[in-house]
């Protein structure tokens, strides 16, 4: 039977598996055709367009023609005459034989469950069997055949006992589950509450991740004694860099003109010039040698980023070497007025980077602004470069530090007649700083300078010229800085430090906390107040003490699912109605921004009008189409899909040369840029099983073929229905990591599918699985394939392997990164296969087709309950079944829009409360 197994024990079948996929490497970097990558298959005139068939599919549905009783019409008793009458001769004729008294075939026999699935302990069970049965895995080939009447009436009867049981159990239901942020949420409300762009919760330990791939699952999300006091430690840390005292620092400023580089780049080659010619002077021939070095080292070359005067066209390499810190430029107290667009430049070419270099003045602490005044050498073709910056430091030869900093790349739009500034900003404490600041000097070794790098991050040819860098630190438009004014308001500004602190307190605790807070809570943290201001010399070091408590309370640490109480001294004054509506706001938020309610919500809950499902959905529609909705597609896609194996991908490079860093990130982005395609355009669900299109990048298209795509932004790309690309499954991040970096894995392949697409897991190993014996010559000369079908042939696998290998041989024409081939080492790839029903699927363009033409129900059915699970933050268990279903249907009904799904989902009866009549409290 399939039920819900640990992914951990699955991933681990057997090490026989293991060893099927070692002797079946492809050539070195054996790229395959990429003027062929439509599947044979959809050649045939005859066949229907998978869009046809997605079509038709849609149509067939009979998920959308579903419609869900109210609980108060719905018949408490069980239909036990039916099961008596009809059902269980039907299942004795079919099932006895392996899972009755005499063999029960993966220890379950069918004649013993009971059919009370209201009360009764075997609904597990039950929803086993009617996967199977609904899907024509059971009974298997070769016993006895079960009619598509029969079929029908156990369907049918079972379809509607587990709808009457899942909603009689959830409205009896009256637990409720709460849990503590995670990481990523923890960073994120910080950063929300705060306004500030730094990495919180870097000093956190990793999350277990959930059977369903999540890592904000109730099941999972515990907490210490250790750390809630690690908890404090990181809430003081984030309040004083949030907050500031004293006057405002005053900035140093470097104005820097490519003039000034190349004066700069001419003074120091003429320091070299004059110690060449001392050390060489009573040698005229080695001198004359060593002038034309000289002379040479400051030629351009092609390729390579060089200085330019546009009226004279001179050009001279760019030079840097840290030693002396020659090139440092110096700052001044005072802005530079901008200059007028000059005719000395630098030129950096494509993946070229050009460093300026700041000395030692830059502070401690602030935001460095970077500003840099750029365009394109040319706007006769498509390519529009982009530039990155990078912050950096080289002490020695063995100390040096660099990372790119800021929000990301900046395309340079510009032109060469009307060139644009372009701006960066970073926390300087959010960087590696050079350890000789303030203790080496300037000129000597170790150099304690630090410096900027512009990188033209472009994938193809295409210049960037840049005549004038500015650089503020710190960089503040005003003073108290935003963060400072968001966590104290007014409340810093009077000369009376206790109203003071009460009115910061009032002001920030029902932001943190996420609802209203009443007079005695309120209380007890200016009371803590009064005992820590003796200590502190300033008030701002006694209020960041008591709001790090606010910060390390539970009532900001965790989410509670219902109206329960979670404060530090007694129940808020706030009624529970309007709690509700509060914790309704947060669990919004949680679910789409991954963080805490903005103002505009709270204002929601706080005036009532939140109970209103329009006003609701309005919400989650503003939410929807901030910018802060791609925290929702990171968290959830890398989730559902299981991204973290991409992270920890390792590639052969001798099979693999051309796989690179660049290639991995756009992989790592693909699955996440495509579901926020979808969802910001409404599109259909059923697109993640097939599309016409795909968001690629210039690194990402060059892998798949595709041409005309330029820079490192993504896009939406289309292209023929039939082409080998088109939804996730055929995305190579996906497909190359549940590879095993030398070449495909069938297996992997078909266990993530079946987990992560349709969310119907297979059971686990056998104990006594036998390995595969390569030594054996025969074994040895296989192909993959046909030695996956040998190692099927032994009973102990087959009941594994006959329900995943089809699956995972559907791949087969695409190798350890993803791409399409339709060869290894020179034989043509058979990637056909049967499911355990002997359904055909003739490679990847035969298993979208099944699954466009039979799962299209299961898949929305998956995808639902792995939204809903991601927004609750629970398991789902049984008593949620009904509802899952309902909110499928719906969706089905309505065009499976997937921002209309979401909108399914929140207003939901299982959303509103967040309960689980089967969860602990």
Not at 315 to 329: D, P
Not at 391 to 409: I, K, T
Not at 599 to 615: Q, Y
Not at 716 to 728: I, L, N, Q
Request: with cysteine; glycine share 6%.
């Amino acid at each position: 039977m399939i039920l819900n197994f640990d992914m951990m024990r699955i991933a681990g079948l057997c090490v026989a598996c293991v060893l099927l996929f070692r002797t079946s490497l492809p050539a070195a970097d054996s790229t395959p055709s990429l003027t062929s990558n439509t599947p044979s298959s959809s050649s045939n005139l005859d066949v229907p367009s998978l869009a046809e068939v997605k079509a038709e599919g849609r149509q067939r549905s009979d998920l959308k023609n579903q419609v869900q009783p109210k609980v108060s019409t719905v018949n408490a008793e069980p239909n036990l005459s039916q099961f008596r009458d009809e059902i269980a001769p039907l299942l004795n004729d079919a099932c006895v034989s392996c899972h009755g008294d005499e063999v029960q075939e993966n220890g379950f026999r069918v004649d013993t469950l009971d059919p009370n699935l209201i009360h009764g302990d075997d609904v597990d069970w039950w929803v086993g069997i009617i996967n199977v049965i609904s899907n024509g895995e059971m009974p298997p080939e070769g016993e006895v055949e079960l009619a598509d009447e029969s079929r029908g009436k156990i369907v049918d009867w079972l379809s509607a006992e587990i709808q009457r049981a899942s909603l009689i159990r959830r409205s009896e239901g009256n637990h409720s589950a709460f849990r503590r942020m995670t990481r990523y949420e923890y960073n994120y409300a910080l950063q929300d509450l705060l306004g500030l762009p730094y990495d919180f919760a870097q000093d956190l330990p990793p999350e277990t991740a959930s059977e369903d791939g999540f890592t904000n699952s109730s099941e999972v999300l515990h907490m210490s004694s250790v750390q809630f006091e690690a908890y404090r430690d990181l809430s003081r840390k984030a309040l004083e860099k949030a907050i500031v005292q004293g006057d405002r620092p005053e900035p140093w400023y470097w104005g820097i003109s490519m003039q000034d580089a190349y004066d700069r780049l001419l003074v120091n080659y003429e320091k070299t010039i004059q110690r060449v010619t001392e050390r060489n002077k009573e040698y005229p021939d080695q001198l004359k040698r060593a002038l034309e070095i000289q002379a040479k080292a400051m030629e351009p070359v092609r390729g390579r980023p060089f200085y330019k005067n546009l009226l004279t066209e001179q050009s001279y390499r760019t030079q840097w070497r840290y030693v002396g810190a020659l090139y440092a430029m110096e700052p001044t107290r005072t802005r530079r007025e901008i200059p007028s667009e000059s005719d000395h430049v630098a030129i950096l070419p494509a993946r070229q980077k050009l460093i300026v270099e700041l000395g030692d003045r830059i502070q401690d602490s602030g935001v460095l602004r970077v500003r840099v005044r750029a365009c394109r050498t040319s706007v006769d073709d498509d390519r529009v470069p982009a530039m990155e910056l990078s912050f950096g430091h080289q002490a020695s030869n063995n100390s040096s530090a660099e990372e790119v900093v800021g929000h990301g790349e900046h395309l340079i739009t510009a032109s060469p007649d009307s060139p644009e500034f372009y701006e960066w900003e970073f926390p300087l404490t959010e960087v590696a700083r050079n350890p000789l600041r303030n203790i080496a000097k300037m000129g000597e070794t170790p150099n304690p300078s630090e410096y900027l790098k512009l990188h033209n991050c472009s994938t193809s040819p295409s210049d960037i010229q840049i005549d004038y860098v500015e650089v503020i630190s710190p960089a503040y438009d005003q003073w108290p800085p935003v963060s400072h004014r968001l966590v104290l308001g007014q409340g810093s500004n009077g000369e009376d430090e206790n109203a003071s602190a009460r009115e910061v307190l009032a002001h920030f605790m029902p932001k943190a906390w996420r609802r209203p807070v009443c007079d005695s809570e309120i209380n007890q943290k200016m009371r803590m107040f009064d005992r820590v201001r003796p200590m502190c010399d300033h008030f701002e070091e006694a209020i960041i003490e008591v709001l790090a408590t606010v910060l390390s309370s539970p009532n900001f640490l965790y989410l509670p699912r219902r109206s329960v109480a979670l404060n530090d001294v007694t129940t808020t004054d706030v009624d529970a109605e309007s709690l509700n509506l509060f914790q309704l706001a947060t669990r919004l938020s949680v679910f789409l921004w991954c963080s805490s309610p903005d103002e505009e919500l709270m204002s929601k809950a706080a005036d009532g009008t939140l109970a209103n499902t329009e006003v609701l959905i309005a919400q989650a529609n503003r939410l929807l189409a901030d910018p802060k909705a791609e925290r929702f597609s990171e968290q959830f896609v890398r989730g559902w899909l299981g991204l973290e194996l991409l992270d920890y991908l390792q590639v052969d490079k001798k099979a693999y040369p051309g796989f690179d860093d660049e290639l991995k990130s756009a992989m790592q982005r693909e699955p996440i840029v495509f579901f926020d395609e979808v969802l910001q355009q409404n599109g259909s669900v059923v697109d993640f099983l097939h599309c016409d299109y795909a968001m690629v990048n210039e690194r990402l298209a060059k892998h798949y073929g595709i041409a005309n795509v330029y820079g490192r932004g993504f896009r939406r790309v289309a292209f023929a229905s039939e082409d080998s690309r088109g939804g996730v499954l055929t995305q190579a991040g996906l497909l190359a990591m549940n590879s095993d970096g030398k070449d495909s894995h069938p297996l992997k392949r078909g266990i993530w599918l079946l987990e992560s697409v349709l969310n119907d897991p297979p059971p686990p190993a056998p104990p006594a699985v036998p390995e595969i014996d390569l030594a054996d010559p025969k074994i040895a000369k296989m192909t993959l394939k046909e030695r996956i079908e040998n190692h099927r042939n032994s009973p102990a696998c087959n009941s594994c392997h006959s329900k995943i290998d089809p699956w995972g041989i559907a791949f087969e024409n695409y190798d350890a990164v993803g791409r399409f081939r339709n060869d290894i080492n020179g034989k043509p790839v058979d990637a056909t296969s049967r499911l355990f029903n002997q359904q055909e699927l003739a490679g990847v363009d035969g298993l979208k087709r099944f699954l466009l033409a039979n799962r299209q129900d299961q898949f929305v059915r998956a995808l639902t309950h792995k939204l809903i699970t991601f927004g609750l933050g629970r398991p789902l268990t049984f008593s949620d079944r009904a509802e899952v279903e309902h909110i499928a249907a719906q969706a089905r009904r309505q065009g499976d829009g997937l921002s209309d799904l979401i909108r399914l989902i929140i207003t939901s009866d299982l959303f509103q409360d967040g309960r689980s009549s089967e969860a602990t409290n």
